[in-house]
């Protein structure tokens, strides 16, 4: 059992606690929608205030001052960057979100599974994680890559190195970068760039910069949906016991994974303009943390919301985001993380000794167990 620690300091530290719930619930219940003085950021954390939030005119996805962050302008990285489906509003928005929406609805469901059961087995054949657990990460962090990579036409020899170039790209792209990840990402940035203009020749720049952009949505999210799922598993014995008994019960458990214990804890927003967000007075350039995680556990929207319950009615997700904006990869997400904990299952992984020495990888946003790796 991890011993429980004082409340984190704010809402970004809190993803890497060993248990953050207790802290968002308060938020929930007291601070639903507060502008937190430290951090210099509104911060949403009921389900009401984190539906208006996405659902608002006002927010957008970057600061209007600096659609591409400073760091990245010039740059390879920034190449992708300005192009990306997830980082535009208005008239680019829509007709991009259609054509990756298309590019993901051509791969079938049936094609999706036999990947991600594929790259599972050779993964966990090569990197043995049931064996060595400082492996763990690069099976979770990998097999997202390889069968997305692989679903898109990437061949086999080249997913090792795409999946250590999405790994050395992502943290460039994602807010609070270092300069040294920056940095990092450029080179990474480059070598995707090479390799997709040539698998998706005439294609347009921003059909391959968005093909990129499937590779890190999908990695990191999907890694820690995979790692969370190992931690449920050995912290609830009731649900083990079902799911070893029965392994069709696996979506069933990674859907209440993504409510409880959810990878993807926060995103952000821009305000645009000056103007009334979730009921709240705020001015152009504002910052809103939209705590997807807490408003999870909403007790107005999920009953009983700090119950595991694999069999929960009319649950309501948050994780995927809501609005224009929300995640087109969920279905794909699922397919890919059942086939890695099926895997590890198999693999005889000690679930209860993971859960136990769990430790998080530093991020902003995404909830990842695991010591780095790849
Ligand atoms: C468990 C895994 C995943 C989680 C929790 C997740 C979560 C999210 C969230 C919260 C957003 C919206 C962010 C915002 O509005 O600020 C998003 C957007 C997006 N996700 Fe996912 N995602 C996951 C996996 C994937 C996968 C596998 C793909 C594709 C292969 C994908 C593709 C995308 C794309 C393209 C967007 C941008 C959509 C837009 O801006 O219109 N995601 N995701």
Same mark, same amino acid.
């Given at each position: 059992m991890v011993p429980e620690k004082p409340f984190p300091p704010d809402p970004i530290a809190a993803l890497t606690f060993p248990?953050?719930? =207790?802290?968002? $619930?308060? %938020?929930?219940?007291?601070?639903? %929608?507060?502008?937190?003085?430290?951090?210099?950021?509104? @911060?949403? +954390?009921?389900?009401?205030?984190?539906?208006?939030?996405?659902?608002?005119?006002?927010?957008? @996805? &970057?600061?209007? $001052?600096?659609?591409? =962050?400073?760091?990245?302008?010039?740059? =390879?990285?920034?190449?992708?960057?300005?192009?990306?489906?997830?980082?535009?509003?208005?008239?680019?928005?829509?007709?991009?979100?259609?054509? /990756? !929406? +298309? &590019?993901?609805?051509?791969?079938?469901?049936?094609?999706?599974?036999?990947?991600? &059961?594929?790259?599972?087995?050779?993964?966990?054949?090569?990197? &043995? =994680?049931?064996?060595?657990?400082?492996?763990?990460?690069?099976?979770?962090?990998?097999?997202?890559?390889?069968?997305?990579?692989?679903?898109?036409?990437?061949? !086999?020899?080249?997913?090792?190195? /795409?999946?250590?170039?999405?790994?050395?790209?992502?943290?460039? %792209? +994602?807010?609070?970068?270092?300069? $040294? *990840?920056?940095? *990092?990402? *450029? $080179? #990474?940035?480059?070598?995707?760039?090479?390799?997709?203009?040539?698998?998706? #020749?005439?294609?347009?720049?921003? !059909?391959?910069?968005?093909?990129?952009?499937?590779?890190?949505?999908?990695?990191?999210?999907? !890694?820690? %949906?995979?790692?969370?799922a190992l931690v449920a598993l050995g912290t609830h014995r009731d649900a083990r016991e079902r799911v070893a008994a029965d392994p069709d019960l696996l979506p069933a458990l990674l859907l209440e994974v993504l409510r409880y214990d959810p990878p993807v804890q926060n995103t952000r927003r821009f305000l645009v303009r000056d103007g009334v967000v979730a009921g709240q007075r705020m001015r152009e350039g504002d910052t809103v943390l939209v705590l997807l995680a807490a408003a999870n556990r909403d007790p107005a929207v999920n009953e009983d919301p700090e119950r595991f319950e694999l069999f929960r009615q009319a649950r309501r997700i948050f994780t995927f985001g809501a609005g224009a904006h929300a995640c087109p990869g969920d279905a794909l997400a699922i397919t890919i993380a059942r086939a890695g904990v099926e895997r590890l299952i198999l693999a005889s992984l000690d679930l209860e000794r993971f859960a136990a020495t769990v430790t998080y990888r530093p991020s902003a946003n995404v909830r990842i167990p695991g010591r780095p790796a790849v």
């Open positions: 248990n953050p719930y =207790p802290f968002y $619930a308060e %938020l929930v219940a007291r601070k639903p %929608l507060y502008l937190d003085d430290a951090l210099g950021f509104w @911060v949403a +954390a009921s389900a009401e205030a984190v539906t208006a939030v996405l659902a608002s005119d006002l927010c957008r @996805v &970057r600061p209007p $001052a600096e659609p591409v =962050p400073r760091a990245l302008l010039g740059t =390879p990285a920034g190449e992708i960057f300005r192009h990306l489906v997830r980082m535009n509003d208005g008239p680019l928005h829509g007709p991009c979100k259609q054509a /990756v !929406a +298309a &590019r993901l609805a051509s791969i079938g469901e049936a094609q999706a599974a036999t990947a991600s &059961r594929h790259w599972a087995r050779c993964l966990a054949e090569e990197l &043995r =994680p049931a064996d060595d657990p400082g492996n763990l990460a690069g099976f979770h962090l990998r097999l997202p890559v390889y069968t997305v990579a692989s679903l898109l036409g990437v061949p !086999a020899d080249e997913l090792r190195p /795409v999946a250590e170039w999405i790994g050395d790209l992502a943290p460039a %792209l +994602a807010p609070a970068s270092t300069p $040294a *990840q920056v940095e *990092q990402g *450029q $080179a #990474a940035a480059s070598s995707l760039l090479e390799l997709f203009h040539s698998l998706l #020749a005439g294609e347009g720049e921003v !059909a391959i910069a968005n093909a990129i952009g499937l590779l890190f949505q999908s990695h990191d999210a999907t !890694a820690g %949906l995979i790692g969370n």
